[in-house]
């Protein structure tokens, strides 16, 4: 029953998208053409929290979204948004939007992974100081690098001496 009621919702929810988009086609039609590269990014795109295609997203938003303001100005018409689109230009402005979302993307995931490498690298320096103090305080059977025997204790020279 609760299954029938998510369909019937779903199914109005799109009816009602599907009327709206041909209700302002100009608009449907400016912002379907204007981010391809978006929705080129959601299927290329494979993590799980789909950053690289937010990033686009938004940047591709941002260039498309002067050429929307122009379509409602001038008229909202469909030859209109037709002859926005058929301008190469206004094209290429659309898509660099989403080039520089991807450079965005691409340019903080290298200064991220760096920036982690070196907190790592600083924490693994401070990890190796303090086991040095630990071994100095307590002595060389707290570093883990003398062998023991199978109960626990440390394998003197005595011992291998004892047991050939």
């Known amino acids: 029953?609760?299954?029938?009621?998510?369909?019937?919702?779903?199914?109005?929810?799109?009816?009602?998208?599907?009327?709206?988009?041909?209700?302002?086609?100009?608009?449907?039609?400016?912002?379907?053409?204007?981010?391809?590269?978006s929705v080129v990014a959601r299927f290329v795109d494979r993590s799980k929290q789909k950053t690289q295609t937010l990033t686009i997203s938004f940047m591709n938003f941002a260039a498309v979204f002067p050429f929307w303001f122009q379509l409602i100005q001038r008229e909202h018409k469909l030859d209109e948004s037709l002859q926005i689109l058929l301008n190469p230009m206004n094209i290429i402005i659309m898509f660099s939007g989403a080039l520089m979302g991807?450079?965005?993307?691409?340019?903080?995931?290298?200064?991220?992974?760096?920036?982690?490498?070196?907190?790592?690298h600083a924490r693994l320096k401070q990890i190796r100081k303090i086991q040095q103090e630990l071994i100095n305080r307590w002595g060389e059977e707290v570093s883990g690098e003398i062998p023991l025997?199978?109960?626990g204790f440390p394998i003197t020279k005595e011992k291998n001496e004892q047991n050939p």
């Open 1 to 37: 029953m609760v299954k029938k009621k998510k369909s019937v919702k779903s199914r109005i929810l799109l009816a009602g998208f599907f009327v709206t988009s041909i209700a302002i086609l100009p608009t449907t039609i400016l912002f379907f053409f204007g981010m391809l590269p």
């Open 102 to 120: 991807y450079l965005i993307d691409w340019a903080l995931s290298g200064i991220i992974a760096t920036m982690m490498v070196q907190k790592g």
């Open 149 to 151: 025997d199978p109960f």
